[in-house]
């Protein structure tokens, strides 16, 4: 069965850094076959995608809000991806997920193009 778990989630100042990883797992899953998304849920806000990586890591996506300081890498050799954040904001707290579409491309990076989620983890940014 497919298992993605969310790890790295914090709290830290505005400016500070944290890096999340999404480590998969699953008989018969292959993480260099899929595109891994990461998505955030902020209270009363719709979920929204933050960034996306493809199979190959040959395209990658970032919402308008986070570029410059967020950066999405994958090592498929340990099944996991990672979501680098610098520079946080205050507006940057929320649950952040990872998910796959289990396809080779991330599509529109749309939380509801995703099918197989993980629990979360909480991002604090606060002084």
């Known amino acids: 069965q497919l298992q993605l778990v969310e790890s790295g989630g914090g709290l830290v100042q505005p400016g500070g850094s944290l890096r999340l990883s999404c480590a998969t797992s699953g008989s018969g899953f292959t993480l260099n076959n899929y595109a891994i998304g990461w998505f955030r849920q902020a209270p009363g806000k719709e979920r929204e995608g933050v960034s996306c990586i493809s199979s190959s890591a040959g395209r990658s996506y970032y919402a308008d809000s986070v570029k410059g300081r967020f950066t999405i890498s994958r090592d498929n050799a340990k099944k996991t991806v990672y979501l680098r954040m610098n520079s946080l904001k205050p507006e940057d707290t929320a649950v952040y997920y990872c998910?796959?579409?289990?396809?080779?491309?991330?599509?529109?990076?749309?939380?509801?193009?995703?099918?197989?989620w993980g629990q979360g983890t909480q991002v604090t940014v606060s002084s």
């Open positions: 998910a796959t579409n289990l396809k080779l491309g991330i599509g529109a990076c749309d939380p509801y193009e995703y099918d197989y």
